[in-house]
């Protein structure tokens, strides 16, 4: 038997340590049982106090919702993507900002959803330098899109970096260039993201199974499975990869602006008409070479003719890789990409325009042309596509004066580029203006600073030949539309 004085000891003990129990903060609340499966020693609406966050009243979300409370304590769950952790789960790592998909911006730690900045930075995501080494003109520069636009005219650019408008306190607008904007999602009648119905990215709305439209406001009467089965193709692919699937029908990727009947068609997509087109036959409703029927992309030619498309006459005394060899001359595309061969003649396209001509459609004098339709700047003249330019000037289009009245410091200046460097390092500075070099065609741009390969192509050709890329986007000639000017739209032809 223990000591009287001893026993006293113990039950002083034991009261020290559940009086300290009840002082601890709620930052740690261990369980109180006596072992796994004992029951609870605090009443229900005490477990609940210590698992609430402070000043919360009672019927609120337990452990900030991300887990369950087991006898004043939180066990936070994982069943959602990231992961929970804090004394009450009120921690999120995923959650921190995030700044050129870096999370703080590569200058700071994640700490309970909270970016903790390195010296030096600031922000929500760390995003902003305390001290700018940036000229006024080079954080501009770093701040436009690919439009040419600072911040998206959706904010204001901070030593190279966009602070975005948050008028209403919400985020909806971010990205790098302030690029998103998540108020495109919310639907008028319930001034709900995307009714309620799914998930915003960068202003577009991505649905939960079983809806659709474009703020994921109507309902589909078929299960997600059926209307998977519904809108898959022949060979596997929901419609064909060259639609989308809306409740078991699929909407066909229409590549004709002009709202006519499209070239893409077929319960799922499985038909495409392009494939029934010459070369440059779409510039017309002329499909097989105007020599057979297209049946779903595939062409029926009639008596007389034969080729994939139709193109080549049996009474031609070539063969067709004869008659293609003949038509290609020193280029790789047969007519240079530029025109229709039969029986290795070219006929140059567009028709009735002369400034594309030769044997193999080899010449084309719109390449003189900027986008104003000033040929060789107006100090040259154009021959066979190329430009010879006038005493005194040089360049592809003649638009570099030989003699410079800057001095070699104020011409330099107008040549740096965002990164401090002339010309990007890709070309060279004369007279202001930066001059890419030619050992890589594709660099381009007033800086040298764009790669004309980001462009879109068709049959093999940049901006299709009808048009100029600029800085990675097709500028199309006047009648020409398409990502890659692929398309005429005037009413006769050019």
Known sequence: MCPLSFRNFLLLASS????GLSAVPQSFSPSLRSWSGAPCRLSRVESERHCRAPGQPPGSALCHGRGR???GV??????EPGMYFGPLCECQEWVCETYDGKTCAGHGKCDCGKCKCDEGWSGEACQYPKKCDLTKKQSSQ???????????NAGTCHCGRCKCDNFDGNGLVYGKFCECDDRECIDDETEEICGGHGKCYCGNCYCEAGWHGDKCEFQCD??????????TSPD????SNRGTCVCGECSCHDVDPTGDWGDIHGDTCECDERDCRAVYDRYSDDFCSGHGQCNCGRCDCKVGWYGKKCEHPRSCPLSLVESIKKCQGSSNLPCSGRGKCECGKCTCYPPGDRRVYGKTCECDDRRCEDLGGV????????SCGHCVCEKGWFGTLCQHPQKCNMTEEQSKSLCESADGRLCSGKGSCHCGKCICSTQEWYISGEFCDCDDRDCDQHDALICTGNGICSCGNC????GWNGNACEIWLGTDYP
């Not at 020290?16 to 009086?19: A, M, N, Y």
């Not at 596997?236 to 419609?239: L, V």
């Not at 500028?475 to 006047?478: A, Q, R, T, V």
């Open 69 to 71: 409370c087991d006898c």
């Open 74 to 79: 939180c066990i936070c769950h994982v069943t």
């Open 16 to 19: 020290l340590f559940f009086t």
């Open 236 to 239: 596997g692919k929901i419609c």
């Open 375 to 382: 040929v060789c700047g107006g100090h040259g003249a154009c």
């Open 222 to 231: 078929i299960t997600p499975w059926e209307s998977k089965r519904r809108c």
């Open 475 to 478: 500028e199309c000639w006047d």
């Open 142 to 152: 770093m701040c436009k899109n690919s439009q040419d636009n600072i911040c998206s």
